[in-house]
């Protein structure tokens, strides 16, 4: 039976960076090898996408030691930051694929690529992102999945940014004729105003 390979990605540019790091190493230990390939995707805190060469080695924990507790930022102890710390750059196209999606690596010159992206795409069959906060929960990677054509777990761009916007979740489910607590909603513009 083929495995389904899967493009963890996680870390990200919020400030839950590190609490990302710390989910996607439980999420990698969770899943089931004899099912799943697990294919490690981080996002810098800049903003850079990375993943490992030799992603099954990194995930087998030949650079961690087992001892030694998970420590989001620490490349000897998590998986993720490991990837982070070593990974090679890649790219998620935005041009949907109808024959496998993927993501690609990264080479520039003066600022341009120097590969054609279908011929080194990093093929997955679903992305499970483990991403926190802004950047993450918010529909805005979402959008770009679903821009690539790549298939992935969780809410999609609108479930997402209604969730994330607590002012706009509340509003809906008043709308739908759910119950909510009382609450109030003060803009960053109302701050702003005050101080």
């Given at each position: 039976m083929k495995k389904i390979r899967v493009g963890v990605l996680f870390g990200g540019r919020s400030g839950e960076h590190e609490v990302s790091l710390l989910s996607a190493a439980s999420v990698l230990k969770a899943m089931d090898p004899g099912k799943y390939e697990a294919v490690p995707i981080g996002i810098t805190k800049d903003g850079r996408w990375v993943t490992a060469a030799h992603a099954e080695r990194l995930l087998r924990g030949e650079t961690a030691h087992e001892a030694r507790p998970l420590r989001a930022g620490d490349p000897e102890t998590t998986p993720g930051a490991a990837v982070l710390a070593?990974?090679?750059a890649i790219i998620v196209p935005p041009v949907p694929s109808h024959s496998q999606s993927g993501i690609v690596p990264f080479q520039?010159?003066?600022d341009a690529p120097t590969r054609r992206w279908t011929d080194h795409a990093i093929h997955v069959d679903v992305v499970f992102p483990v991403l926190h906060g802004t950047f993450g929960e918010d529909g805005t990677i979402q959008g770009l999945l679903?821009?690539?054509d790549l298939p992935y777990v969780g809410a999609g761009v609108l479930g997402s940014s209604a969730?994330?916007?607590k002012d706009v979740m509340k509003q809906l489910f008043r709308a739908a004729g759910l119950p909510i607590v009382k609450h109030?909603?003060?803009l960053r513009s109302d701050w702003e105003f005050f101080f």
């Open positions: 070593r990974g090679e520039t010159d003066n679903e821009l690539a969730g994330m916007d109030v909603t003060v």
